[in-house]
T-cell receptor, first 116, second 114 residues
Framework: AAGVIQSPRHLIKEKRETATLKCYPI?????VYWYQQGPGQDPQFLIS???????DKGSIPDRFSAQQFSDYHSELNMSSLELGDSALYFC???????????????FGPGTRLTVT | QKEVEQDPGPLSVPEGAIVSLNCTYS??????FMWYRQYSRKGPELLMY????GNKEDGRFTAQVDKSSKYISLFIRDSQPSDSATYLC??????????????FGGGTRVLVKP
């Protein structure tokens, strides 16, 4: 079965640079979530989109922005990168709220971002 | 204090034993409960998803929810070395307009020894 695709898998950036992470949800899934997982930490919710509209916002820094496109893929844009932004960034997808499967979030393999 | 508490382990068991994992939570708004398995440097994999109090069984896995005590459990029977991973509980409140963000426990590292 098709899974969530994230690219790139690994990214190395320097401080103050920008980064763009991409997420392609499971086909027919219309809801996308972004999570950040620091070393030894549990995933922390950043932001989510449903039908291309932001649906919820968590502890996402103002330096970060995200959007969902017409084909339901999503991009997380990170600017003025800091050392503390080094983490695994996961994208998850699910069916929309009106479906019984809306609570089943399926995670991608993650993008490992290293800021030096 | 975190909304969801989970013993970080590590929990070491011999192959074939029952693995018992649990989480406690403080937010009464949580209504939906999930268990994820995460191998090192991989994305979390959904194992079980429950809503109501009681038990739910799926193969070797049994999930229990006790909403009155704000306590959930996952049991893994006939554990295998391939079950060695970090197990994360996750919870979600009633849906808003859209999107159900998950709040995770810290994860319990499990090691099943051959």
């Amino acid at each position: 079965a098709a899974g969530v695709i994230q690219s790139p898998r690994h990214l190395i950036k320097e401080k103050r640079e920008t980064a763009t992470l991409k997420c392609y949800p499971i086909p027919r899934h219309d809801t996308v979530y972004w999570y950040q997982q620091g070393p030894g930490q549990d995933p922390q919710f950043l932001i989510s989109f449903y039908e291309k509209m932001q649906s919820d916002k968590g502890s996402i820094p103002d330096r970060f922005s995200a959007q969902q496109f017409s084909d339901y893929h999503s991009e997380l844009n990170m600017s003025s990168l800091e050392l503390g932004d080094s983490a695994l960034y996961f994208c998850a997808s699910s069916l929309g709220l009106t479906r019984s499967q809306s609570y089943e979030q399926y995670f991608g393999p993650g993008t490992r971002l290293t800021v030096t | 204090q975190k909304e969801v508490e989970q013993d970080p382990g590590p929990l070491s068991v011999p192959e074939g034993a029952i693995v018992s994992l649990n989480c406690t939570y403080s937010n009464s708004a949580f209504q939906y409960f999930m268990w994820y398995r995460q191998y090192s440097r991989k994305g979390p994999e959904l194992l079980m998803y429950t809503y109501s109090s009681g038990n739910k069984e799926d193969g070797r896995f049994t999930a229990q929810v006790d909403k009155s005590s704000k306590y959930i459990s996952l049991f893994i029977r006939d554990s295998q070395p391939s079950d060695s991973a970090t197990y994360l509980c996750a919870m979600s409140a009633r849906p808003k307009a859209a999107g159900n963000k998950l709040t995770f426990g810290g994860g319990t590292r499990v090691l099943v020894k051959p």
